[in-house]
């Protein structure tokens, strides 16, 4: 499945955004989809994740109550609602892709980033 993340931008803190990423070239119902981020001299990190039905989300704590993924199959989409943006925020933001049989920790495929940058 290849993967195009979009939607980054520079907001003020305390704004908002959108990200959005479109799946192509497989089922997209065979895949549970995540959300990660990498700030600069940083690991890259858990975000969010969701299930192929959309029935189940996971956050990582930092971002529980202001961040939301959901996802509608019909269009092999995947979003990001960004609320309340902090600084600490700032990162390349990346979705990807995890094949709902496969038994094995982590994700296969990988979007190419797109860059959230949050003003003070």
């Known amino acids: 499945v290849q993967l195009q993340a979009s939607g980054g931008g520079l907001v003020q803190a305390g704004g908002s955004l959108r990200l959005s990423c479109a799946a192509s070239g497989r089922t997209f119902t065979s895949y549970r989809m995540g959300w990660f981020r990498q700030a600069p001299g940083k690991e890259r990190e858990f975000v969010a994740s969701i299930t192929a039905s959309g029935d189940s989300t996971v956050y990582a704590d930092s971002v529980k109550g202001r961040f939301t993924i959901s996802r509608d199959n019909a269009k092999n989409t995947v979003y990001l609602q960004m609320n309340s943006l902090k600084p600490e925020d700032t990162a390349v933001y990346y979705c990807?892709?995890?094949?709902?049989?496969?038994?094995?920790?982590?994700?296969?495929?990988w979007g190419q980033g797109t860059q959230v940058t949050v003003s003070s």
């Open positions: 990807a892709a995890r094949e709902v049989a496969k038994v094995t920790p982590g994700y296969d495929y």
